[in-house]
């Protein structure tokens, strides 16, 4: 009789322990493909989300003069009298290899204006763009969309005594007042914020941008290479990365995914611990039976070939069954999260993972269980009898 008649006729006399074996492994395995399938999901959604939360690159003109901070980052060569950005050049970024990596282009103007006797900053936006890479801003009322228009940072709220509704006039326009900006604690605050075509034409800078902000995906992109490439297409400008901004992402999505990993790998070898004790157990059962076929010529390696084969056949079972369980887990769990916006896709290294780590799991485990058996001497075990 064959070794893999031997393995199967056991597996089907034994159908308890058998089905226990592969309930234990199937539940670590569907837990560890849930997990992981659960933290590339979310994880691919809270980088989609971060990498449009705030920029990590940033465009200004290139002065050997004066710095000016805002937003709390350190900018070089902004000078509110030097020659600004063509914002017709701004088209030039599409050109870069690496366009796909851009989430957010916000171009904007910055100029100095007098309201009431007193100077402010008046910053012009794409309304789309910038309300969406600032979504840590709080405003009571709405955004800016088009026309004089303006949001009011809270320091020039409360200096001007703003409230919503209310009409400032600029430069000979009267705006009016549609949002006011929460507190941010940054320079933020000290801004006046309309439309772009209109503080272009307030401060005389029509077809000019002050500064560009971009929001760039750093997960498959080094940064770097983006700011290479656009300095490049933007000759005369200083592009710079906002390395903290950037490290900040990657070092958060890094922690989530080692924590999902790290259950992981505790489920895993709480499922080793479990194929070990139940191998064990089943050794001590099959002591006359493995006596008989060392009695009748079976060597050693039969024997190790005989329990290895039987714990891979149930292992490589279990992973099948634990990766579509893992799956069909995680397709209902998906749609709970996030009001269902995350997506499952199908990842085949996955796939093929699980099987070949239930397989491996269920070797290891089973491997000292099979060298005792293996070493089982004739007369020892018809002893017992």
């Known amino acids: ?209 002050s500064m560009v902000e971009i929001a760039a995906l750093c997960h498959d992109c080094p940064v770097a290479d983006m700011v290479n490439q656009l300095q490049q297409v933007l000759p005369g400008v200083d592009v710079q990365a906002v390395q903290q901004v950037v490290k900040t992402r990657m070092h958060a999505l890094g922690q989530f995914r080692m924590l999902a990993w790290g259950v992981a790998v505790t489920v895993v070898i709480i499922g080793a611990l479990l194929v070990f004790v139940t191998m064990m157990g089943a050794i001590s059962e099959r002591t006359r039976e493995i006596g008989i076929f060392r009695a009748i010529g079976y060597r050693r390696r039969h024997v190790l070939h005989l329990v290895l084969m039987e714990a891979a056949i149930v292992s490589a079972v279990a992973g099948v069954l634990g990766y579509l369980t893992g799956v069909l887990a995680t397709l209902i769990a998906l749609p709970l999260l996030d009001g269902g916006e995350i997506h499952w896709q199908w990842n085949p290294t996955l796939a093929v993972a699980a099987v070949f780590a239930a397989v491996l799991v269920g070797l290891l485990a089973s491997l000292q269980p099979a060298l005792r058996a293996s070493r089982l001497e004739p007369n020892e075990a018809l002893r017992a009898l």
Do not use: C
């Open 1 to 209: 009789m064959r070794l893999e008649h031997i393995v199967m006729h056991n597996l089907r006399r034994r159908k308890g322990r058998a089905i226990f074996l592969v309930v234990g492994l199937l539940i670590g395995v569907a837990t560890v493909v849930t997990l992981i399938s659960l933290t590339d999901a979310l994880g691919m959604r809270a980088q989609h989300e971060l990498e449009k939360f705030g920029a990590n690159i940033i465009i200004t003109p290139h002065s050997e003069q004066m710095a000016l901070s805002y937003g709390g980052v350190q900018l070089a060569g902004v000078n509110l009298v030097a020659e600004e950005l063509q914002q017709s050049s701004l088209v030039n970024i599409d050109s870069i290899p690496n366009r796909r990596n851009i989430a957010m282009i916000a171009p904007k103007v910055l100029g100095a204006i007098d309201v009431k006797g007193q100077r402010a900053m008046l910053m012009g936006v794409d309304p789309e763009a910038e309300f969406k890479l600032k979504r840590w801003w709080s405003i009571a009322g709405r955004h800016v969309q088009q026309g004089p228009e303006l949001v009011v940072g809270d320091t020039v709220a409360r200096r001007f005594n703003l409230t919503m509704g209310d009409t400032l006039e600029i430069a000979g326009q009267s705006f009016t007042v549609v949002g006011l900006l929460d507190k941010t604690g940054s320079q933020d605050d000290h801004l006046l914020i309309t439309p772009l075509p209109v503080a272009q034409e307030v401060l005389g800078k029509q077809g000019l941008v």
